[in-house]
């Protein structure tokens, strides 16, 4: 009995366009809701919301068999967190600020069990092994795992080519709001300068062996970013669509 299949991995393999949603609530029940929407990933935001190990693990244990496939984003690519996570159970990482080919291949080591990489081997503890359930987790859980490393610096794009050809990465998103803040435009990924510079990185990323990604809440610019090659393409985030729901209701009510 292998590790379960990466649904998301094997989706993004098959070159399926994927539409995702940040998960921004750090909340098991609120991703559960969000979930019934069907999009076809969830990001579960270690960077930006308040998430915890605990709370992480909360939502991927709610997601489990799911459409909404889970994707863990952590604050950073620490070797200890992305152990940690992949022991609860992640599949499907989001690394952000990836800025070289040897960060890329540190965190394909860090992912990986030896002799590919240096995932510390603590699958009798492990959710990912059903608590050593799957008795050949350990060799067959590397084939399973889905990284995707956020570009989002000049210095990354300067680098992306090199970071394209490093085996064991499955996609690279581009991050409009921190590539429009590096750029000296804070505030406005739309400017003329990061929107070419997207456009470019979104075909380079495209025309090579990985899936490109990123985000965007405005539906013309979504639109526009899967021309230029998305498939894995964020079109929301979840705290944003309750908080403009909520103030455009008590407007209207405020004005009756
Ligand atoms: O830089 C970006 O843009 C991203 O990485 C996406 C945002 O961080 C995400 O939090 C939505 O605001």
Known sequence: MPAPENRFKSALASGRMLYGCWAGFADAYAAEIVATAGFDWLVID????PNDLRTIMQQLQVLEGRHSAPVVRLPMGESWAIKQVLDAGAQTLLIPM???AAQARDLVRATRYPP????????????????AQ???????????????????????????DEI???DGVDGVFIGPSDLGA????PGDSGARAVQDTIRDALARIAASD????ILATDHDTALTYREWGAQFLAVGVDVVLLAQAARALMA???DE
């Open 46 to 49: 270690g960077e930006h919301a």
């Open 98 to 100: 990836v800025e070289s």
């Open 116 to 131: 590919e990489g240096i995932r510390g081997s603590g699958a009798a503890l492990a959710r990912a092994s059903h608590f």
């Open 134 to 160: 799957i008795p050949d987790y350990t060799t067959t859980a590397n084939a399973q795992i889905c990284l995707l490393v956020q570009v989002e610096t000049s210095a990354g794009i300067d680098a992306l």
């Open 164 to 166: 394209l050809a490093v």
């Open 182 to 185: 590096d750029m000296g435009y």
């Open 210 to 213: 990985k899936a490109a990604g």
């Open 252 to 254: 209207r009510w405020r």
